[in-house]
């Protein structure tokens, strides 16, 4: 017996997966107690179009029966080949489509030229930091040389914290989109959506507040106090909860404009896009956003059992096989739309020239270029 054939049954022999007694059936797996149990390697490998089989349950991607919390993480082993390359990575969690066993599904996304391709799935037991940091311990495990430059993520401080210290050198960003929809959140909070959603005038303003993400750092005390001037009243709260979230407190003003402000709880090298802008980079965590709709679409259900999660992954794993070889072959990813093409040009003027621009109206035409409807 070769040595991937003994590492795979050894790995399928313990697979907890708490299953309900028709999925037992269905996959001839014999009970060891009410939480462990026997599998085939049948849910722990992945065939590929050509035939060919690997590991799917990913070497070290198991925390082991012992473990109350436990992790598995799923991923096709041969990205080792090519994960050394990886500059940019987008990872984001997702509660609806974890099993009932699982508190989260966490995905991994490497940038292959535009292409964003999944490098793992981990099934996580809660939300803690300390999780974070073992599946990661678990994914450089299988993937030694993974050492990317840039992570984007949500704005969530475990998982920041967790890969600061796997990839200290690597720079980390919030997602844009997450950012927008906190203020749209607050604003909820606030009863001010309904004014919002019906008022153009009142939205434009609101947008106002994120757009700030896009001054360039030297230049945001001068933005904000200028848009703290002209803001209607009703969204200073926004602002505040804004300013507090992402700039910190204003503690006091000196005499040359300047301000001392309390430590943010994100600092700006997180939140800002003004350098992602310039640089043509990615300024949301969209792709991950979008990875955990094509599995809701491969589930057809929310909290699908083990046995249907497996199954889903592989499916949506075959599409991105496809786009990974539209990558080698060097085939572009598909343009934009265009009014997306179009958004991203006014960002990049407006940017690019922000020195020139009085501070409302550069914040007025940053918000005229992005929406905060989802």
């Given at each position: 017996?070769?040595?991937?054939?003994?590492?795979?049954?050894?790995?399928?022999?313990?697979?907890?997966?708490?299953?309900?007694?028709?999925?037992?059936?269905?996959?001839?797996?014999?009970?060891?107690?009410?939480?462990?149990?026997?599998?085939?390697?049948?849910?722990?490998?992945?065939?590929?179009?050509?035939?060919?089989?690997?590991?799917?349950?990913?070497?070290?991607?198991?925390?082991?029966?012992?473990?109350?919390?436990?992790?598995?993480?799923?991923?096709?082993?041969?990205?080792?080949?090519?994960?050394?390359?990886?500059?940019?990575?987008?990872?984001?969690?997702?509660?609806?489509?974890?099993?009932d066993q699982f508190a989260?599904?966490?995905?991994?996304?490497?940038?292959?030229?535009?292409?964003?391709?999944?490098?793992?799935?981990?099934?996580?037991?809660?939300?803690?930091?300390?999780?974070?940091?073992?599946?990661?311990?678990?994914?450089?495990?299988?993937?030694?040389?993974?050492?990317?430059?840039?992570?984007?993520?949500?704005?969530?401080?475990?998982?920041?914290?967790?890969?600061?210290?796997?990839?200290?050198?690597a720079e980390i960003h919030?997602?844009?989109?997450?950012?927008?929809?906190?203020?749209?959140?607050?604003?909820?909070?606030?009863?001010?959506?309904?004014?919002?959603?019906?008022?153009?005038?009142f939205s434009l303003w609101?947008?106002?507040?994120?757009?700030?993400?896009?001054?360039?750092?030297?230049?945001?005390?001068?933005?904000?106090?200028?848009?703290?001037?002209?803001?209607?009243?009703?969204?200073?709260?926004?602002?505040?909860?804004?300013?507090?979230?992402?700039?910190?407190?204003?503690?006091?003003?000196?005499?040359?404009?300047?301000?001392?402000?309390?430590?943010?709880?994100?600092?700006?090298?997180?939140?800002?896009?003004?350098?992602?802008?310039?640089?043509?980079?990615?300024?949301?965590?969209?792709?991950?956003?979008?990875?955990?709709?094509?599995?809701?679409?491969?589930?057809?259900?929310?909290?699908?059992?083990?046995?249907?999660?497996?199954?889903?992954?592989?499916?949506?794993?075959?599409?991105?096989?496809?786009?990974?070889?539209?990558?080698?072959?060097?085939?572009?990813?598909?343009?934009?739309?265009?009014?997306?093409?179009?958004?991203?040009?006014?960002?990049?003027?407006?940017?690019?020239?922000?020195?020139?621009?009085?501070?409302?109206?550069?914040?007025?035409?940053?918000?005229?270029?992005?929406?905060?409807?989802?």
């Amino acid at each position: 017996m070769s040595e991937l054939s003994l590492d795979m049954n050894l790995l399928a022999t313990d697979l907890w997966v708490g299953i309900s007694t028709s999925d037992r059936i269905r996959s001839t797996a014999i009970t060891v107690d009410g939480r462990y149990v026997r599998t085939s390697t049948a849910y722990t490998t992945y065939e590929c179009e050509s035939g060919s089989s690997e590991r799917f349950l990913l070497r070290f991607g198991d925390s082991g029966i012992e473990d109350e919390d436990r992790i598995l993480v799923f991923g096709r082993e041969t990205a080792s080949s090519w994960v050394g390359y990886v500059q940019i990575l987008y990872v984001d969690g997702t509660f609806s489509l974890a099993p009932d066993q699982f508190a989260q599904v966490f995905v991994i996304l490497a940038d292959r030229g535009g292409y964003a391709i999944p490098l793992c799935y981990a099934l996580l037991p809660n939300k803690s930091e300390n999780s974070y940091r073992r599946m990661i311990g678990l994914v450089i495990g299988a993937f030694s040389s993974l050492d990317p430059a840039s992570i984007t993520m949500d704005f969530e401080m475990a998982v920041i914290n967790a890969f600061i210290a796997a990839f200290p050198n690597a720079e980390i960003h919030g997602c844009l989109f997450h950012l927008v929809k906190s203020v749209k959140k607050k604003l909820s909070s606030l009863n001010l959506l309904k004014r919002y959603n019906a008022d153009s005038n009142f939205s434009l303003w609101s947008r106002m507040i994120p757009a700030m993400a896009f001054v360039r750092e030297d230049l945001l005390d001068r933005s904000m106090m200028a848009l703290l001037e002209v803001l209607p009243e009703e969204l200073k709260p926004v602002y505040t909860y804004f300013v507090a979230y992402v700039c910190g407190r204003i503690l006091s003003v000196r005499l040359d404009g300047s301000v001392i402000r309390d430590n943010p709880l994100f600092s700006s090298d997180v939140w800002s896009v003004h350098e992602k802008t310039l640089n043509g980079e990615s300024r949301t965590n969209n792709f991950a956003e979008a990875a955990h709709r094509k599995l809701q679409e491969a589930f057809g259900v929310c909290h699908p059992s083990v046995w249907k999660f497996i199954d889903g992954l592989r499916h949506v794993q075959h599409k991105a096989d496809a786009e990974l070889e539209r990558y080698i072959i060097g085939s572009a990813p598909a343009p934009k739309r265009r009014r997306y093409l179009n958004a991203d040009a006014n960002l990049l003027e407006l940017v690019r020239t922000i020195e020139n621009r009085e501070p409302v109206a550069f914040l007025r035409g940053i918000a005229n270029n992005f929406l905060m409807d989802n």
